[in-house]
């Protein structure tokens, strides 16, 4: 069984329908997850009452009123009625294929990192969760959703006690996600990269809770904070650090260009690292196509053969 564990924003507004249709889904898994609801907010209390999920009110803030990620993370810990954890962001949207990645991971291994992109969509309505409503939602995803790069995550299923001492990142800012993959992957935890195997829908929003005084997400005094506690940009790992792949027969060993890569450099921005790869792609595979081409012209001029056409 499993521990789902979240803190919504303020239910206002489309934040507020978003965030419903995040946590219905979540109730409607099987086996259904034990759901705990963190935080405060305008709204937490009473939409954890309607789902009949629990609630957890305090959650340590800091000086702009964002809650902090090893506090929410150690109190998921302590009152976790179940050995597994997930955290998902209070947007995203689960399905039954969730529970299988789990299961199959689980299996697998007793400690890991499961991860993965998710989709984006638009969604300005409060869902309809009829019988086939995952089938319908996929469907959307094909014409109106777009997956998500690599750089960005929104849920992450770890067993209790695994992380350690972990930072006080302000959540909902830059860089607290990549120092998961990072961690995990510093105490040689094995990181799944669940994307193939599972749909994780978000659905977008804006960032009009973040409060002027601490910038943006990406940018302000929040953001460089926790970059800082990071141990800055040579921490900041995605889904391209997996070690493995999740696929039907299970969690399989991932070959990347990507493990190479960080062997060599530091890249001092989130978007370049899928950038550097392609960069670092080519030249290869010209090379390669290169000495192939070589080889055959010299193999078939041996045989007499004409290679100009």
Request: aromatic fraction near 10%; include cysteine.
């Amino acid at each position: 069984m499993l521990t789902l564990f979240s803190i919504p924003k303020a239910f206002h507004g489309h934040t507020d329908i978003i965030q419903r249709n995040a946590i219905k889904s979540w109730t409607l898994m099987q086996p259904q997850p034990e759901i705990i609801l963190f935080g405060d907010d305008e709204g937490t209390a009473e939409v954890a009452k309607s789902f009949g999920v629990r609630h957890v009110p305090q959650v340590i803030r800091n000086e702009y009123g964002t809650p902090l990620l090893n506090d929410l993370f150690e109190q998921a810990q302590q009152a976790a009625a179940h050995d597994v954890l997930c955290y998902a962001n209070a947007d995203v949207i689960l399905m039954g294929d969730f529970f299988r990645a789990v299961n199959q991971t689980v299996r697998w291994k007793t400690c890991f990192l499961l991860v993965g992109q998710r989709w984006d969509i638009n969604l300005r309505e409060s869902l309809d969760f009829f019988a086939g409503w995952e089938n319908d939602l996929k469907a959307r995803l094909c014409s109106q959703g777009m997956l998500h790069p690599s750089t960005g995550m929104d849920y992450f299923v770890f067993p209790r006690g695994m992380w350690g001492d972990i930072p006080p990142f302000a959540i909902g800012r830059t860089a607290w996600d990549n120092w998961l993959v990072y961690r995990a992957r510093a105490r040689r935890v094995p990181v799944v990269d669940a994307t193939d195997a599972l749909t994780v829908v978000h659905q977008a929003h804006d960032y009009s809770h973040v409060p002027a005084k601490a910038g943006d997400v990406l940018e302000g005094p929040e953001a460089t904070r926790n970059l800082n506690l990071a141990g800055g940009w040579k921490h900041i790992f995605t889904l391209n650090d997996a070690t493995h792949v999740l696929g039907v027969g299970g969690p399989r060993l991932a070959i990347r260009l990507k493990h190479l890569q960080r062997r060599l450099i530091t890249v001092p921005t989130l978007y370049s690292f899928m950038e550097l790869s392609v960069i670092l792609a080519k030249p290869i595979a010209l090379g390669l196509r290169r000495a192939w081409s070589f080889s055959r012209k010299n193999s078939t001029e041996e045989a007499g053969l004409d290679v100009r056409r």
